[in-house]
């Protein structure tokens, strides 16, 4: 079993539907959870970061962490076609390399 | 705040060439960069992890004399592909923890496409 699993998608949603992305994980010593959006060529973009269980809301995107389910998740109300990216999550234990899922692909079609 | 840059954004050389790219971080303080690499429509695949002062520590797999590594500043990493080949050419990303920041957060730089003829 991989540390970190994220399907990869494509996800095509219509614009302003809202978006569900996921991640499931293995390791119970993960604390710290990320997601990151990263555009084609680019370098990936911090985007909502957890510590521990709980929600966090930040405009339109809202990320949930469940720890006794080893799951987290990213949504993003009202989608737009400039949300079309891949979209990581990322997560550590603390002083450790970010381990991260392989990425989810967006597509947000006008 | 916690922007990273890296240089060059693109670079084609010939096979047998070294190239060195250099990842910075512009307002904050690094003691730990990583680097990543990147093919298309793949994940990141962790490299090195870079520490000021010290030595890289090495994923296994990457050959630490085909990939040089120096972390001399709290605001500089850069890497070296020496004698570069063409299977060598991929996207290449650095990141740097803000250690005056949220806890193991990283912030990527815009990456590096290394073309090799």
């Known amino acids: 079993q991989k540390e970190v699993e994220q399907d990869p998608g494509p996800l095509s949603v219509p614009e302003g539907a809202i978006v569900s992305l996921n991640c499931t994980y293995s390791?119970?010593?993960?604390?710290?959870f990320m997601w990151y959006r990263q555009y084609s060529r680019k370098g990936p973009e911090l985007l909502m970061y957890t510590y521990s269980s709980g929600n966090k809301e930040d405009g339109r995107f809202t990320a949930q962490v469940d720890k006794s389910s080893k799951y987290i998740s990213l949504f993003i109300r009202d989608s737009q076609p400039s949300d079309s990216a891949t979209y990581l999550c990322a997560m550590s234990s603390g002083n450790t390399p970010l381990v991260f899922g392989k990425g989810t692909r967006l597509s947000v079609i006008a | 705040g916690a922007v990273v840059s890296q240089h060059p954004s693109r670079v084609i050389c010939k096979s047998g060439t070294s190239v060195k790219i250099e990842c910075r971080s512009l307002d904050f303080q690094a003691t730990t960069m990583f680097w990543y690499r990147q093919f298309p429509k793949k994940s990141l695949m962790l490299m090195a992890t870079s520490n000021e002062g010290s030595k890289a520590t090495y994923e296994q797999g990457v050959e630490k004399d085909k990939f040089l590594i120096n972390h001399a500043s709290l605001t500089l990493s850069t890497l070296t592909v020496t004698s570069a080949h063409p299977e060598d050419s991929s996207f290449y990303i650095c990141?740097?923890?803000?250690?005056?920041?949220?806890?193991?957060?990283?912030?990527f730089g815009p990456g590096t496409r290394l073309t090799v003829l």
């Open positions: 990141s740097a923890r803000d250690h005056g920041g949220r806890k193991d957060t990283q912030y």
């Open positions: 390791n119970s010593a993960f604390q710290y």
